[in-house]
């Protein structure tokens, strides 16, 4: 599939950056695969990511049938040849017997990062108690050459935002974190280019000592 370039909200970047921040979209779905049913998830992350993100970046997108190992080998692909820096996955991480995402992460995995998977839970819990039946996991695959981050997010583009970003009170303040928070200092910590978020959106944390000063 064409890679698409997704617009950045900071017109002028931190020239300290790296290079731009590369994001693998993976969309498990046999309906949505087979022209079926019109996907939803990759334009839900693709509209949330354009304003939650304030550092350039490029998409690369991906729409397959539930199959274990086509899932692996598409998210090889990501990220050994792709080079992407952080794939998101949606759909198949339910208990329904085609549902086999977090199991094709898993494969492809050299860590696994379970609190991701914690939280999206916990994010969940506060709408509907089936959230305990998601199995969403959060991995790292490192090469010899680079590393990506990959995570699998819900199906529903309401559940996506709301796991991504959390979920503010009247007043705005935020009440429960949404995992995107701890997605930049981890992308620093294997490696990848230095993101900035949105605040207003979400607000990528950093401990003092990696956060680099405003320009």
Same mark, same amino acid.
């Given at each position: ?35 079926? @049913?019109? *996907? ?8 949330? +990511?354009? /304003? ?10 991906? +729409?397959?049938?539930?199959? +274990?190992?086509?899932? /692996? ?5 990501? !990220?050994?040849?792709?080079?992407? *820096? ?5 759909? =198949? #991480?339910?208990?329904?017997?085609? *549902? !086999?995402?977090?199991?094709? #992460? ?17 994010? /969940?819990?506060?709408? %509907?108690? #089936? ?37 503010? =009170?009247? *007043? ?5 974190? =949404?995992?995107?928070?701890? !997605?930049? @200092? ?7 280019? @230095? ?6 959106? %979400?607000? =990528? ?11």
């Amino acid at each position: 599939m064409t890679p698409t370039t997704a617009p950045s909200n900071n017109a002028a970047a931190d020239p300290a950056q790296e290079r731009e921040l590369v994001i693998g979209l993976v969309s498990v779905s046999d309906r949505a695969s087979q022209g079926t @049913y019109q *996907d939803q998830g990759i334009p839900a992350l693709q509209e949330w +990511l354009a /304003s939650a993100l304030a550092s350039p970046f490029r998409i690369e997108t991906r +729409l397959i049938p539930d199959e +274990l190992n086509l899932i /692996s080998k598409t998210l090889i692909e990501l !990220v050994d040849q792709a080079h992407c *820096d952080l794939v998101l996955t949606t759909g =198949g #991480t339910g208990p329904a017997r085609r *549902d !086999v995402t977090p199991e094709a #992460t898993l494969a492809v995995a050299t860590k696994t990062m379970p609190g991701f998977g914690e939280q999206m839970r916990q994010v /969940s819990l506060r709408f %509907v108690p #089936t959230a305990i039946l998601s199995r969403q996991v959060a991995v790292i695959r490192e090469t010899a050459a680079h590393a990506a981050l990959i995570i699998n997010l819900p199906g529903q583009p309401k559940a996506i935002k709301e796991t991504l970003e959390g979920l503010r =009170g009247p *007043d705005g303040a935020v009440q429960v974190d =949404g995992i995107f928070a701890a !997605v930049p @200092y981890c992308i620093d910590l294997i490696g990848g280019p @230095y993101i900035e978020t949105n605040p207003a959106v %979400v607000l =990528g944390f950093r401990p003092k000592s990696a956060r680099r000063p405003a320009v």
